[in-house]
């Protein structure tokens, strides 16, 4: 195996130019873990979060940090005690950080298997979204026939989450800037523009009354959303670290469900009933370029970054 590799570091917390590409030691596997040959890495918005700083109150970063959560790739070496994945399987997961590198340490727990039909690229598109869209949906304990209003519903997240509602049998109301209207009614959503007026638009749209909300964007829409829903039982955020003081539950993923909901939607993308949209690709040393897209907010879809 390679002695060396190449991956994405920062030594502060700062802009995308405090990304760069280094070269470090290949790591072993400690027990439960397996060593990854990445072919892809998500690019998720706490992934910038963390590098600027954001979250250093609830998660401050232990320098230096290679970011990325978000993996497909093939197993390369395998710690004590793992089983059920041998060298040379393919698989993708959520590893926590690390996936922007040609190598990176995985919990065993929280890989899946990647199916052949699925890309790379989609694969590691898909963790961090499915993971986060099927807690979400269980937090609001969403029921066939209801009506959902999903707050920045054209990205990675939310595109997800769109879809499993309508497989539930959900009517979904989407929010999004104007040019992902279209994208959003290929899903099968009722698009919206979000902004001011939003809970006005949204009873335009929903004739029988809204049941739940889900706020992907972490926007401000959140008093928009418990009106149009009626209070804040059945609102739920990823992204505003307000939801407490508003009554709203922060949607936290479970990491236990993670292999089983990995596979769920493996299988739902393998079959093509489930689509997550590659916005863009960027190899190691363009990162920093990925980063300040994402941070623009209107990706549609995922971004990925391929090692290789």
């Not at 949209?277 to 549609?300: F, M």
Request: glycine share 14%.
């Amino acid at each position: 195996m390679t002695e060396t590799y190449h991956a994405v570091q920062y030594t502060q917390y700062g802009g995308p130019e405090v990304l760069g590409v280094v070269e470090l030691q290949a790591p072993h596997p400690g027990p439960g873990e397996v060593l990854v040959r990445v072919r892809a890495a998500g690019v998720n918005p706490i992934d910038w979060k963390l590098r600027t700083g954001a979250l250093v109150a609830m998660m401050p970063v232990e320098f230096p940090a290679v970011p990325g959560g978000d993996v497909a790739g093939v197993v390369e070496e395998t710690g004590d005690g793992v089983c059920g994945l041998t060298v040379g399987d393919e698989v993708f997961g959520s590893i926590g950080s690390g996936g922007y590198a040609e190598l990176a340490l995985a919990p065993a727990g929280q890989l899946a298997r990647k199916p052949e039909a699925v890309s790379w690229e989609v694969a590691a598109a898909l963790p961090v979204a499915a993971n986060t869209a099927y807690q979400a949906l269980t937090d609001i304990g969403l029921k066939p026939g209801e009506t959902l209003v999903v707050d920045g519903s054209a990205g990675g997240v939310g595109t997800v989450t769109v879809q499993l509602a309508r497989r539930l049998g959900a009517t979904v109301i989407g929010t999004s800037s104007e040019h992902n209207h279209e994208y959003l009614r290929s899903l099968k959503a009722e698009p919206v523009t979000y902004g001011d007026g939003l809970a006005e638009r949204i009873r335009v749209l929903s004739h029988k009354g809204v049941d739940a909300a889900l706020d992907m964007a972490g926007k401000g829409s959140l008093p928009a959303l418990i009106d149009v829903v009626g209070g804040p039982e059945r609102v739920a955020t990823i992204a505003a670290f307000n939801a407490a003081e508003l009554g709203v539950r922060f949607v936290s993923a479970d990491t236990d469900e993670l292999p089983k909901r990995l596979a769920r939607a493996a299988a739902l993308a393998a079959s093509g009933e489930l689509t997550v949209p590659v916005a863009g690709t960027y190899s190691l040393a363009e990162a920093h370029e990925a980063h300040r897209e994402s941070e623009g907010g209107h990706v549609r879809g995922k971004l990925v970054i391929l090692p290789g």
